[in-house]
């Protein structure tokens, strides 16, 4: 029986909101308002322990540096390491912040559960609170425990840092297969290149899910928040590359238009079935039976990037109320957990220019719809045109372009699993791009990429590939593209759509980029019954506006 949060707190449980609950609005209160509050995190264990040993873990918040090193701390900090948390003013001359501790592979132990609370002072050093565990069976097997500490405050995400306990006395080869402790995300807060715009948080997502290495947790402003461990994927990835409703690239006709249909719907019941995690099937039926049509969006932080959540077809556990695909209903949007992104994903960008990239291929390469598509986006305000070659490329991304930069063309997967996009005199690779492309973490650039393939991204080694998750590395807002081939006449009839949308929105205020692609996929795909308009998927915030 889930158990409800703590009054002003979240619980480690996910419970039901009631049905009179609001969506909560952005803070209107002024900078003056809030206070900002600098403590060192810590996050105190043993730095190893044996298969068998009872240990104890502390969280706090200090104002000495104390405590073993963290492996990564994430959220708004100063430069010698303090957090910084910006909260309400109040009487009381304390806040109580929420602690979820994530520890995939332990057991909690002498009664304590995955959640507690600290009082943090305006002066001094916070209260502590503890949780006693010892390894489990899959912390023995691995190797590795990977901590993760989450502090809340109402229900909002302020902070997160982590550390690594080792298992003594396992073998090697189990021990080195130990996933790699990924950089996480910063829910809310500031971003450090600009800090004048994001001194309030944005609205949360109603569904978040994070996942890093073999833990999960979901969390939401209307449930609280539960922990614990994926199951065994062994084999989805075969599944997935034998199963892809996608079968024809771009400059193709999609041949049996009623099978690919079918066969998308198929897989899009068999993905929810078998792969969806129990916990996030949990939240979402509890979030549709609570907030019905107020449920909309979905945020997925992820280290495993080749779940396709947009393609899921729901269903209640009794079989009943299968409902369409998520991203034909839901604003969904994903953020990889990759090492060298910033640390959360904007959610406000100015966006004034369009930078097209259209090669002029010849012979079979030809796309019969691309001049469609780069006609109708000439007309749109902003609108720039690249050369579709190396120099034109070169060129452009010499400083990083301050806009939308939409590439109209060929890409796929090469011989040595690296994705490219075809130009008029040769192939560009994600790492050559790279090369290319300069580092800036101010960046504005958010990408549209309407090729086959070039949205797709796969673990390879310890570091995950793919334009997607590329272009972010570099620093861009966001990211748009399709997981699968995608046919050519209707992936310009979704671009197109998609920017019309778009400009439509931003003439009379800011325009939300996940709500617009969930339209143009809704709209595109009962036009056409086309698998295509499935594909397209965002890397960003739900919650990502754009403005002039």
Aim: hydrophobic share 35%; aromatic share 10%.
């Amino acid at each position: 029986m889930a158990r409800a949060p703590s009054p002003g707190g979240v619980s480690n449980e996910l419970s039901a909101p009631s049905n009179s609950a609001a969506r909560p609005a952005p803070s209107q209160a002024s900078e003056s308002q809030d206070e900002q509050v600098e403590r060192y995190p810590m996050l105190d264990s043993p730095d190893e322990v044996a298969p068998q040993q009872e240990f104890h873990i502390q969280v706090s918040l200090t104002e000495q540096q104390i405590g073993p090193d963290l492996k990564f701390t994430d959220g708004q900090t100063t430069a010698d390491g303090k957090l910084v948390f910006s909260l309400p003013a109040n009487q009381d001359n304390a806040w109580k912040l929420e602690v979820v501790l994530m520890a995939p592979g332990l057991e909690f132990i002498r009664g304590t559960q995955p959640d507690g609370s600290i009082i943090l002072p305006r002066k001094g050093n916070a209260t502590s609170v503890t949780f006693w565990a010892k390894p489990g069976p899959k912390a023995i097997e691995k190797g590795v425990v990977h901590l993760t500490a989450t502090f809340n405050y109402n229900g909002t995400y302020l902070a997160r840092i982590g550390r690594d306990i080792e298992i003594k006395g396992v073998t090697p080869a189990l021990a080195s297969e130990a996933p790699v402790m990924r950089r996480t995300v910063k829910l809310s807060g500031a971003v450090e290149d600009t800090p004048a715009e994001f001194n309030h948080a944005p609205v949360p997502a109603d569904l978040t899910v994070l996942i890093k290495g073999e833990g999960i947790e979901v969390l939401s402003p209307y449930l609280g928040s539960e922990t614990g461990v994926l199951p065994d994927s062994t084999g989805f990835a075969d599944w997935l590359a034998q199963h892809s409703p996608g079968n024809a690239g771009r400059g193709t006709q999609l041949a049996e238009q009623t099978k690919s249909h079918d066969t998308a719907e198929g897989f899009g019941k068999d993905l929810y079935d078998h792969y969806a995690p129990s916990l996030f099937k949990k939240a979402f039926w509890m979030l549709v039976d609570a907030r019905h049509e107020k449920f909309r969006t979905i945020q997925i932080y992820t280290d495993k990037p080749d779940i396709p959540w947009e393609l899921m077809k729901p269903v209640r556990d009794n079989g009943k109320d299968r409902l369409p695909f998520l991203g034909l209903s839901y604003s969904v949007a994903r953020w990889h957990m990759t090492d060298g992104l910033r640390e959360r994903p904007p959610f406000t960008q100015t966006m004034q220019k369009m930078f097209v990239i259209a090669p002029h291929y010849t012979g079979a390469r030809t796309l019969d719809a691309e001049a469609t598509e780069t006609q109708a986006l000439a007309q749109m305000a902003g609108y720039s045109a690249v050369n579709g070659n190396m120099n034109g490329l070169r060129t452009l991304f010499q400083n990083s372009p301050q806009g939308i930069v939409h590439f109209a063309g060929h890409g796929e997967l090469n011989a040595n699993r690296d994705y490219e996009i075809l130009l008029e005199d040769g192939e560009l690779d994600t790492t050559a791009w790279k090369g290319m492309a300069q580092d800036d973490p101010s960046s504005h650039t958010f990408y549209f990429f309407n090729a086959c393939d070039v949205g797709q991204a796969r673990r390879s080694g310890n570091f995950v590939d793919g334009w997607g998750p590329a272009v972010l590395g570099k620093g861009a807002s966001g990211y748009i593209g399709a997981l699968y081939p995608v046919d050519d006449q209707i992936a310009a009839k979704f671009s197109i759509h998609f920017y019309k949308l778009l400009q439509q929105q931003m003439q009379v205020g800011p325009a939300d980029v996940s709500e617009i692609l969930e339209r143009t996929r809704r709209d595109v795909y009962e036009d056409t019954q086309n698998p295509t308009a499935l594909a397209y998927v965002l890397y960003g915030d739900t919650n990502l506006e754009f403005k002039r």
